[in-house]
């Protein structure tokens, strides 16, 4: 597999343009901020965009990427909501992520395939321990990311796909194109983007990136968290905390840092240490 150490590096600028707007994880993250309270710490915190609505909702906020152009794009976020005195950036790969400063955490935070991005299951499991070795005792840890389920996969790997078109201000329009291949024997995504940048008056401007993310399956995530010391996992397979099962789109993850009382009297890792939003 190819070292493509900064994939975001000449993509950042594009970045928002597809995500910025996408809210649909944004208020769950919020409502347990609500009910763990911080300091919160965000893995691959990327351009900020779930940075700044909790340090706007109060929270004081770590985020961790290994990517200068997409930390320059969160500081940036961050000075335009006015909220920079709640939100700490960490130049850091996210495997050593317990090193980062504002901690210990009450919640950890992996966002819309955060850990993807880390394309071998050692290294998937060193951000998690990293993450258990940043929080505090009541800590809880938030995963989001993709069920690989078959049909999905087979509908990632469907060919040149034109995934959105945006016209900016000036004229200019900017279309992104992907392509996909996926790797079942180390459970790779290759993922190869092309920017095109038209101008009014017809020139052309492509940038290309190439990265790799490492899906994960539900069964063997609960294994990752249990190596690296959580406890009392819990999957869904929505931002509405539906029940994760074989159509679900999502695989979304919480577990936590200490058993509840009950749970370690029952030897149980199944139990509710709280209430989660509703």
């Excluded at 938030?142 to 016209?167: A, R, V």
Aim: one cysteine or more; aromatic letters at 8%; proline letters at 6%.
């Amino acid at each position: 597999m190819p070292d493509i150490s900064e994939p975001y590096g000449v993509i950042a600028e594009f970045y928002d343009l597809e995500h910025a707007g996408f809210r649909e994880d944004v208020d769950l993250f919020l409502s347990f901020a609500d009910i763990v309270g911080g300091p919160i710490l965000e893995m691959g915190c990327g351009s900020g965009r779930v940075l700044v609505p909790l340090a706007q909702a109060g929270h004081d906020v770590t985020g961790v990427d290994r990517s200068p152009a997409m930390l320059k794009r969160a500081a940036a976020a961050a000075l335009e909501s006015a909220v920079t005195d709640r939100i700490t950036l960490s130049e850091r790969d996210i495997a050593d992520a317990q090193h980062a400063p504002g901690g210990p955490f009450g919640l950890v935070i992996f966002s819309l395939n955060a850990l993807m991005h880390l394309p071998t299951s050692q290294a998937q499991i060193r951000a998690l321990q990293a993450a258990f070795a940043a929080m505090d005792p009541r800590g809880q840890l938030i995963i989001d990311t993709l069920n690989p389920s078959p049909q999905h996969l087979t509908e990632l790997e469907d060919g040149l796909i034109l995934e959105g078109s945006w016209t900016q201000p000036d004229g200019t329009t900017i279309d992104k194109w992907s392509l996909r291949r996926i790797h079942p024997a180390n459970q790779l995504i290759e993922t190869t983007f092309w920017y095109d940048q038209v101008s009014p008056d017809g020139r052309l401007q492509r940038t290309r990136s190439q990265l790799f993310l490492r899906y994960v399956h539900a069964a063997e995530l609960e294994l990752m968290l249990r190596l690296a010391g959580f406890c009392e996992t819990k999957i869904y397979g929505s931002y509405d905390l539906d029940p994760y099962d074989d159509e679900s789109d999502r695989l979304f993850l919480t577990s936590e840092v200490t058993p509840s009382s009950a749970s370690s009297r029952l030897g149980s890792r199944d139990g509710d240490t709280r209430s989660v939003p509703p």
